[in-house]
């Protein structure tokens, strides 16, 4: 039987490790914003329309896509597994409410119906990884393609009958993806209250805390008392319904719900959320690392664009971050 000192022990070992991780994780962020404001003043010396009013809200508008998705993928690879079809599900949720508003639907209604059904293709997710134990990156990977197939079945119909984008004729929604509240664009409110929200969350609840638990040893964690099962259940269906949220505002934005909405976008946002300090092996992220990440992706884009850049540039170039970023946290985890 251990004794008292081998539980102190454990409690201070314990601790410590949490400590370690804050540690690490705040001196991630801070070398992620360094490097954004790098980016900043550089792009502000290279074109003097980086800097003008327009400009920065644009990118402030287009980085929510990014970063809404990035708040629950990031609780997924804390809690050290991953979700590969967040881009699919943002496509098929706006569409579902689009073909619910072409035949008749309430405006609150067929919102509801969106975050719904992407809430659910989450869950599904969660239950391919507890139930049929399927590793993550196989059943989300498995559902980017499902995903693609329903919104395409959604928008044209069994028999392609239909035109494959939908029209959204509804204020609100068109409010919620395209309005302003002064000169902010209202999906950049609605994204720093989630991020506020979500940030609160991870640091100072028991499940927000369960999370990194789950992500740092699984086992650990089950034999503490965690519910594993229900926590994974948690992070992959917020993570869908997130996705719908983005997926709705970015339909607003455009007044339609187009197939080919978020295509690639699941490996922006993995790589927002591992640029921001989150480790692929899990137990370590932060919200907000994540939306210094998905702040340089956006930035790194509106540069090739202000440059006028070649296209391929920028693939690669998106490409090569990916590589360093995941370089990076390889050698982090080595040297922990």
């Known amino acids: 039987m251990p004794g008292q000192a081998d539980t102190d022990a454990a409690v201070a070992s314990g601790a410590g490790s949490i400590r370690n991780r804050k ?22 010396i290279a074109s003097p329309v980086f800097l003008s009013q327009n400009n920065i809200f644009n990118n402030l508008r287009n980085v929510t896509t990014i970063a809404i998705m990035a708040i629950g993928v990031t609780m997924v690879i804390i809690s050290g597994g991953i979700d590969l079809s967040v881009g699919s599900v943002l496509a098929v949720s706006a569409m579902v409410m689009a073909r619910l508003y072409y035949h008749g639907w309430g405006t609150g209604l067929g919102l509801l119906a969106g975050l719904a059904f992407g809430a659910l293709l989450g869950a599904v997710n969660s239950a391919l990884v507890i139930k049929v134990k399927l590793p993550p990156f196989i059943a989300t990977l498995g559902m980017l393609s499902v995903g693609r197939g329903l919104t395409v079945l959604f928008a044209t119909g069994l028999k392609g009958s239909v035109a494959s984008n939908i029209s959204i004729d509804k204020p609100l929604i068109e409010f919620l993806g395209g309005g302003y509240v002064g000169p902010v664009p209202m999906p950049v409110i609605i994204a720093a209250i989630l991020f ?26 089950r034999l503490s008392g965690v519910n594993v099962d229900l926590v994974k259940f948690f992070t992959y269906t917020v993570t869908g319904a997130l996705a719908a949220l983005a ?11 187009v197939t080919n909405a978020g295509n690639g976008q699941e490996l922006d946002v993995i790589a927002a959320v591992v640029i921001g300090g989150a480790s692929l092996t899990g137990g370590r ?25 070649p296209g391929f540039a920028q693939t690669i170039s998106i490409g090569v971050v990916i590589v360093l970023a995941v370089a990076l946290d390889a050698r982090n985890n080595n040297n922990s």
Do not use: P
């Open 23 to 44: 540690t690490r994780i705040r001196a991630r962020e801070t070398g992620v914003l360094i490097a954004l404001v790098i980016m900043i003043i550089f792009m502000s």
């Open 196 to 221: 506020a929200g979500f940030g609160w969350f991870l640091r100072h609840t028991v499940l927000g805390r369960q999370i990194y638990a789950v992500g740092s040893n699984e086992e650990a964690a």
């Open 247 to 257: 997926g709705i505002l970015q339909a607003g934005l455009l007044s339609t719900a």
């Open 285 to 309: 992220g932060s919200v907000w690392g994540a939306l210094i990440g998905a702040m340089i992706m956006t930035v790194l884009r509106n540069s090739f664009v202000l440059l006028r850049l």
